[in-house]
């Protein structure tokens, strides 16, 4: 209860600080008869991983996942899976200089404040670092909702700054180092995250994820809705400040008439509600956007106050990730697989009569 | 886990449908000792209950509360605290022309495939009545908070369809029927709605709120930082379709260099972060901001289908509210208490002896 | 999670004193679609409540339960089912002499230190009282195991003080006022507390439990195993000080040879496991024994301190059961029922595929 | 949710099998600032480890831990711990005969029923070498509770078979291999058991554990009373069969009058009720006693079926423990702990004011 387990029947729990000797975690009640190896988890932690082109962090990690436990033959057999990733390029020394100020946007006070001490070298535990853990158990979650259910997710970025980005070609994702969707803007980008790396400054993003091929049915009213459990896994990834379900916050401007979502009996005709109705999906698409704020890790000076209350100056060196956001989109994805696969196994273990039965309605008519 | 349970130390769970005999739940884990009578309670009650004004549903429904334990000689005993709220205005009749067909934008659809049948009377489990209750627990936290740890939780009406709504004054939303604090827009938004009304459409909402002297330290990394915890429980909110925290959805286009708060001996001088940093409460105002859909219980008839896959045409007549944002402004009050309080005790649970200290900052200095 | 929440699929919430308005609770996770009234409930009620022989409390309670929600022509619908007992034949100044002084083996002392203040009427929380709401819930959990799945659940009194009792004739437990299957023992049983009750002095008890039918797979290693969470069950009833799986503290002189039960084509050939192995149901029937103490409530004068830590003597009046085994019984039955209600969902949440599959064995082959 | 989580407040999640790569957990919520090492972990690591002596088994491990998160510069920062134990000596090969037959006695059976698939060598996730990191965390959590509350917990073996073994003096319980605190029946023990594993046989045991100086108040009403915590913990160890708390069974002939431990300003006279009084604790000593089965992996040949229904015989070679209750002494008491660190976190969130305050009573009056 003190943050680090994730999840009801599929559950993660994980450990790790960015410059301690290994992330980690457990995955618990995954279904057995999955195949999987650790070249499943890989790819995901590589599209994740820093280092991989100019506009994210320096620092170089292979971020090799181990799998300690769970999996016997190539299959999952039902108990805990052990994961480890052993950290290569920690360098501690860069830090020591932030040890007794607190860099403002960071967790360095608010941690100091709540344990009368922190483990400072690169945010410790509050460093973005900890996510590859959750991008390796996502992956278990992914394969598990594709294989078996057919569910298929994908993130991409949909908007950098200024630059709004559409979701013309979602194949084309992993091809540029943006995730993005939208070929007509990848020059535009190229040259903002150029100009900005030169100011030291860094900026915001938006990010999207889609769901296609959920069945009708998961979710658990009143509290655990399913966006509600969506919203709590995307506002806890790091820098992420806001979360909407389909049309989001332009619903407070939109009419009744304008926003419900028809149904034919070929299926919806529109998705402003984002695949949720009552908090329980509908079938269709689940439609998810996070707004991430820029980092905090500038090197445009900034005042801030030491351990004791003084007044003092900070500039980031470190290694960082002008665009935080750019990364988020395999994380993103793997919050939404976590989310899914649980409630997944909530349902059919409330509901299994039911939930084999087929649908009135087909998804959403786009499909 | 199915649901109907929230928080992990001081916890709800809840029961009731919109017309079936009553509402109730209880309350686990208040700390002894408290004052506390059902007074305490019904004043937020009466702040969101139907028929107050001719904004809101004509179901009139006094929500009178009792409690039933917990509470020994006007103090709170530490055990829990079993809630009971009795339907008086149920017309069940109302509801039997929708029996066999699926309101768009509600969630008949899909409880109906979830569970294989359903309560259909004014939408059974999913109808927004049963956050009476929610109301009713939250009042509790809110008590506890204010009157041992001095924090207060104010919300108001930011946005109704396209009227902005600023936090002029707080003091002022609760002697309007728009908890708006906006002296100035009261006359645009009565004109507003008196429109709305004659054309038997809905419209959508924003609502904020602010809490205010919360502690440095509340807050679980890495999965249960408060910020997620707050968009779970917001999220959870009927109608709630996105969630910001602090800027919000305004950071995408924000530079680190403008977004970062600085901090100073004074305090912060600003508050984008919107009182969380690394998920953990800095001691800053909180501050939250949902977007409500306009209900789909409208006159303008609507196109769907019945059970059985075939067309049909929707006119909800019923008794509903044309904007369900207005009566959310108690409810997100009521979620953020139970956040708050849930968390204060993980808090003080794991952090005693260091919780106790007194920070090195005061909060932000518009206090 | 201050304790009055139990189970984590099929979940009970409860509240309630002794002396309080009334008792209720919320059942949370039941599936759609059972068949469910009121009179489900009471029948269990009625074995469990008090004033029905002289060996009971001559306190009067109908306990007659109120299914509040969750329940929509006669069916379950999935949603939460709110339960109510009112409380009817409180006599509150009957403990009035006892609100200054702790009652030496009760919960007085622990209650007052633990939260600072109690409710001392007939105990408050502490009561037993608190378990009818526990039988109601129970009597849900066991018509669905009956109905769905065919399990059946026997309790019967074992051993009362020096009188061991042997399941002779499980089939008139039900006939006699201390649910005792051993015919030949009924009249040594009404002369030992008849005998028992001059000397105003109480007697414990040994209270079994099988469950027959038990699908071979519930139960979750490592730390959920099945008699794990039937151990929990079992010694959160009031007054149990032991409790044991199959041949429970026997095995402490058993050789391996003797101990472990063969399996052969046509089924295990004994069953000193109690029907578990490795925490797992095995598909043999379940065993479960426990010890409960005598109630501490006598009128033989006892030693004790008042709230200053002063000395002071104290000779329990009120109304109280000379043996609480007796009653015991049912509450055993209802909490073996949620334990297995809870792991049938739990089991068939993650593993649904495999569970519908003919196990390789039959049960025991006494069946 | 699947079982590997144990804990609400410090929790524990573990994961690994008898003969994979490595064993390792999470311990989340323990308080910062408690100064730790490996080596604190170490010392009850080598107390349970295998190899031993001569009447444990022959598989050698070293059971070395490693810290991999959690603690910066000697302390714990109040984030999670990450322990990591890798196994050295697997001898597969051993396992491969059983690998298409059920063991009697054994989890086999009901693993591949549950999962429909398991990993056969040595028991797999079933084995008990995954205790080693129970201990780990015990030791984490009796390190927390003797540094800052001065509670000590202490287990011994109290009965091997037929032999009974007083508690004369628990200092000499590390001095000999049976943790067995009765100096003059050591010679009884040994040569008991050298007899036994001439036979090929195997022998049950009990075993208890006592906790001094535990606070007044740990333990939550109404289901998760201390009692009731701590039998799910004991249960929940490989092969216990029952659990008595305080008098345990004997209280089944005891009267009131004789049970009931009276109270005076000195303390309790008595200790029938094993520390603990409506599942709070009272200040006095905890006492837990359990009773661990013979393991059924003997070389004396047994009768059972293979993975298609046939009957077959199993003689078990590899290399086992012929009394596995001793080396049950470190787990109970690391079990215990977990439990008692948990109820404390839990008790301090919820009652901190109430429970910084000098009891009424001291302990019992043996202190």
Redesign the interface.
Known sequence: ??????G??F?V?????SH???????I??????LELSEADLQIDLDRRKPGTSRYTTARREDDVV?I???V?EG?T??????L?IENTDQRSKDYSNIKDI?R????D???????????YRGG???SAR?TAIRVAAGAIAKKYLKDKLGIEITGYLS?L??IELAPVDLSITNDNPFFCADAAKLEALDEYMRDLKKSG??????VSVVACHVP??L???????L??????????I?A??????????????????????????QGF?SN???G????????QDILVHL????????S?P????D?????AEVITKGRHDPCVGIRAVPIAEAMLALVLMDHF???????????S?T???PGNLSE
Chains 1, 2, 3, 4 share one sequence.
């Open positions: 209860m003190a943050g680090n387990h994730f009801r029947l559950t729990t994980t450990f790790g600080e301690g000797i290994a992330l980690g975690g457990v618990d009640g995954c279904p057995p008869g181990k300690l436990s769970g016997f299959k057999t039902g108990t805990s899976i052990g480890l607190f403002p946007g960071h967790a006070y608010t941690y100091q404040q709540k344990y009368g001490l922190r483990d410790g535990r509050s900890e908007q700054g200024p400054d860094s900026i915001g993003a938006k009708v049915g979710g658990e009213p009143v509290f655990d809705r966006d509600a459990d969506i919203a709590h896994a995307m506002m806890g790091n992420v400040k806001g979360v909407e379900i389909g049309d989001g916050f332009a619903v407070v401007e939109q009419k009744g008439s304008e926003h419900r979502d028809a149904m034919t009996p005709t402003s509600a984002g949720i109705l009552g908090g329980i999906s509908s079938g707004a991430l704020k820029p980092t905090s890790s500038i445009v900034g005042e801030t106050v351990i004791n209350g003084q007044s196994l909530r349902h059919r273990g409330q509901n299994a009569d039911v939930c039965q649908p009135v309605l």
